[in-house]
T-cell receptor, first 118, second 107 residues
Framework: DGGITQSPKYLFRKEGQNVTLSCEQN?????MYWYRQDPGQGLRLIYY???????QKGDIAEGYSVSREKKESFPLTVTSAQKNPTAFYLC?????FGLGLVSYNEQFFGPGTRLTVL | GQQVMQIPQYQHVQEGEDFTTYCNSS?????IQWYKQRPGGHPVFLIQ?????EVKKQKRLTFQFGEAKKNSSLHITATQTTDVGTYFC???????FGKGTMLLVSP
């Protein structure tokens, strides 16, 4: 089955620890994205990647880091510098990165990881 | 930076009533997408609008893109309990999501 996967579904960490959330897709999509969702806040873009070995900061990148060494994978690390890390994290991918372009860029979302920092 | 405002934040309707959510951008958009997120789930793509004044329909759902490409709406005719969820718009010039409209439908 083609799709985008995130693991684990629920994750608990102690304050001050870094934690890495995984995101894998087998859709052969070039673009991948990480969002954070808080109640009543919608989706806020953390980082995005247009192609392998390239990524850009989104609106709320502080306290987060990413890598894109493989087309299929876009892991997100929540560092101890992130002041309010408890949230629902969503990864998405699209065929291409259509920012500013009139092009087809439907985003496919993974099931999400709910991170709780104690 | 670009801001995308979505209203209302929440709406509760009786099954069979119509529902509309509005999305307004502070800047001109190149295109706009709509997503639906069921409770406990992840967003699922509904549609993308590109052209000024564009109107698209999907069964009971009607999507509109404003002439100035700064606003959009989603209208659901005769809501059903399966329409329950949060509807998000996402505006492209800087990829910004609205905060969403949560729809609750009572049978």
């Amino acid at each position: 089955d083609g799709g985008i996967t995130q693991s684990p579904k629920y994750l608990f960490r102690k304050e001050g620890q870094n934690v890495t959330l995984s995101c894998e897709q087998n859709l052969n999509h070039d673009a991948m994205y990480w969002y954070r969702q808080d109640p009543g806040q919608g989706l806020r873009l953390i980082y995005y990647s247009q192609i392998v070995n390239d990524f850009q900061k989104g609106d709320i990148a502080e306290g987060y880091s990413v890598s894109r060494e493989k087309k299929e994978s876009f892991p997100l690390t929540v560092t101890s510098a992130q002041k309010n890390p408890t949230a629902f994290y969503l990864c998405a991918s699209s065929i291409i990165f259509g920012l500013g372009l009139v092009s087809y860029n439907e985003q496919f979302f993974g099931p999400g990881t709910r991170l709780t920092v104690l | 930076g670009q801001q995308v405002m979505q209203i209302p934040q929440y709406q509760h309707v009786q099954e069979g009533e119509d529902f509309t959510t509005y999305c307004n951008s502070s800047t001109t958009l190149s295109n706009i997408q709509w997503y639906k997120q069921r409770p406990g789930g992840h967003p699922v793509f509904l549609i993308q609008l590109v052209k000024s004044g564009e109107v698209k329909k999907q069964k009971r759902l009607t999507f509109q893109f404003g002439e100035a490409k700064k606003n959009s709406s989603l209208h659901i005719t005769a809501t059903q309990t399966t329409d329950v969820g949060t509807y998000f718009c996402a505006g492209y010039s800087t990829l910004t999501f609205g905060k969403g409209t949560m729809l609750l439908v009572s049978p």
